[in-house]
């Protein structure tokens, strides 16, 4: 078990992830990459220059795919400036966002880009909304997604509301790894990083008395556990 100072690292047999940060309410920024292909995961604000440093701008227009938890601004607050370094690089190829069915934070920053920017857009960007489980398969990497509690609190302070929010499992040449993004203690996130190469856990929650957003850190460790190895990330800081 390990609460490490970021960056993170974690690679074998050309399939590595690396999680820049992920600091609850500050950012997240997750880049995954199989062979010579780039995913990114809950790009939060930051994610353009830490991949600037990471991979360049060759391999940044090269990215196929992002992959969204859920729409909170500390998981998707450099969608933008990724979406717009790649029209000003003049990106070809185009790219696919991944995101949970009702997250209108993404829809938003989708239509508001392309009202901008549609006419003058050099790649095409495919919005995949997730409403099942159902696998997803790019560049040889096999992706399941799988829905995770999390919540929000309303203008009171009090009042919480559940979010559209998803974890994501990514398979490649038979090495699993399991991010379960913002979430409360969930069957679904036991079931699915049971057994797995790598889990990546979020424990953001400060104390033990559960709320329904996040898991305490023993929480947290129990699910890790079940893995080959694990990270605990969005801790507080
Ligand atoms: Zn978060
Ligand atoms: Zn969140």
């Given at each position: 078990m390990t609460i490490n100072k970021y960056?993170i690292?974690?690679?074998?047999?050309?399939?590595?992830?690396?999680?820049?940060?992920?600091?609850?309410?500050?950012?997240?920024?997750?880049?995954?990459?199989?062979?010579?292909?780039?995913?990114?995961?809950?790009?939060?604000?930051?994610?353009?220059?830490?991949?600037?440093?990471?991979?360049?701008?060759?391999?940044?227009?090269?990215?196929?795919?992002?992959?969204?938890?859920?729409?909170?601004?500390?998981?998707?607050?450099?969608?933008?400036?990724?979406?717009?370094?790649?029209?000003?690089?003049?990106?070809?190829?185009?790219?696919?966002?991944?995101?949970?069915?009702?997250?209108?934070?993404?829809?938003?920053?989708?239509?508001?880009?392309?009202?901008?920017?549609?006419?003058?857009?050099?790649?095409?960007?495919?919005?995949?909304?997730?409403?099942?489980?159902?696998?997803?398969?790019?560049?040889?990497?096999?992706?399941?997604?799988?829905?995770?509690?999390?919540?929000?609190?309303?203008?009171?302070?009090?009042?919480?509301?559940?979010?559209?929010?998803?974890?994501?499992?990514?398979?490649?040449?038979?090495?699993?790894?399991?991010?379960?993004?913002?979430?409360?203690?969930?069957?679904?996130?036991?079931?699915?990083?049971?057994?797995?190469?790598?889990?990546?856990?979020?424990a953001?929650?400060?104390?033990?008395?559960?709320?329904?957003?996040?898991?305490?850190i023993?929480?947290a460790k129990?699910?890790g556990?079940?893995?080959?190895?694990y990270f605990l990330v969005h801790v507080?800081e």
């Amino acid at each position: 078990m390990t609460i490490n100072k970021y960056p993170i690292k974690w690679n074998r047999d050309n399939y590595s992830i690396k999680i820049f940060c992920s600091i609850p309410n500050i950012a997240t920024g997750i880049l995954i990459t199989a062979d010579n292909n780039y995913f990114v995961v809950d790009p939060g604000d930051g994610i353009l220059r830490d991949l600037n440093i990471e991979i360049g701008t060759k391999k940044i227009l090269s990215i196929s795919d992002l992959f969204i938890t859920h729409g909170h601004h500390d998981h998707v607050g450099g969608v933008w400036a990724l979406l717009t370094y790649m029209r000003v690089m003049n990106k070809k190829t185009s790219l696919s966002i991944y995101y949970p069915k009702g997250c209108v934070e993404i829809e938003s920053i989708y239509h508001a880009f392309q009202k901008v920017y549609g006419k003058t857009l050099p790649y095409k960007i495919n919005l995949k909304e997730i409403d099942n489980t159902k696998t997803i398969k790019s560049k040889g990497v096999t992706i399941h997604p799988f829905p995770v509690i999390h919540k929000e609190y309303l203008h009171d302070g009090k009042t919480t509301r559940q979010v559209p929010a998803l974890g994501y499992k990514f398979t490649f040449n038979k090495l699993k790894i399991c991010y379960g993004g913002d979430t409360a203690y969930c069957e679904e996130l036991v079931k699915m990083a049971k057994g797995s190469d790598l889990a990546i856990i979020e424990a953001g929650h400060e104390d033990a008395t559960p709320d329904g957003m996040h898991m305490s850190i023993s929480e947290a460790k129990s699910i890790g556990k079940s893995a080959k190895e694990y990270f605990l990330v969005h801790v507080p800081e």
